[in-house]
Structure formats: C-alpha cells, structure tokens
C-alpha cells in the first residue's frame, strides 16, 4: 500500500528526492512520516507530515536539509534530501499514521518496504 522510489548512490553533498505513492487506504486521513534504519541501529524519524501539510516536523538531526511534502491529489509524499551526508546512509521508509502525534512517536498504521540511500564520501 506503500511503495516508496527513488533511493540510490549520491556523493556527499548532493541531493535526492523520495517518492512514497499510497494504494488502497485514503490518503487524506493519514499523516504521513519518513524513517530510516541503518544496518544494526535503531529506527529514527525523519519527517512528518499532517494529513494537509500544515505542520511538518524534521528532527534537529536533519533540520535544514530534509523537507517533507505531500500531494493529496496524486496521493504521494516526498522527502527532498539535499547536502546528504554518509551517516545519512540507510534505508528509508515512508509511513502512515492514523494520528500526527503517533507519526510523531513512531506508531505507524502502514510502512513501505523502504528504499535504499547510500552517500559515499
């Protein structure tokens, strides 16, 4: 139900966008978050969404340099990546909550599969 595109190998400094495309759920009623999950470590938030964009929250981790968005009408979230750097590497996921608070705390009603960011230095 979630499918998320466009990972991939970026040098340091340069920039990706995310795509998550949302299939049978009603994209309106979810809030919608980012997380990433590097190999042997915990699952961290990246972004969140509410379910019309009003509020957006970036940890201070990526402050500055990650935007999260949405477009109801195409039922997508996106994460634009820019200034990436090694630790960014990880695999990404795009996730749906019920409830902005919960995307907040890291409850998710649905999460993608996630795709892969790889910055090399």
């Known amino acids: 139900q979630l499918v998320e595109s466009g990972g991939g190998l970026v040098q340091a400094g340069g920039s990706l966008r995310l795509s998550c495309a949302a299939s049978e759920l009603t994209f309106t009623s979810y809030a919608m978050a980012w997380f990433r999950q590097a190999p042997g470590k915990e699952r961290n938030l990246v972004a969140a969404i509410t379910w019309n964009g009003g509020l957006t929250y970036i ?44 995307a907040l705390n890291g409850k998710y009603d649905y999460w993608g599969q996630g795709t892969q960011v790889t910055v090399s230095a």
């Open 59 to 102: 940890p201070d981790s990526v402050k500055g340099r990650f935007t999260i968005s949405r477009d109801n009408a195409k039922n997508t979230v996106y994460l634009q990546m820019n200034s990436l750097k090694p630790e960014d590497t990880a695999v990404y996921h795009c996730a749906a909550s019920a409830f902005y608070r919960e």
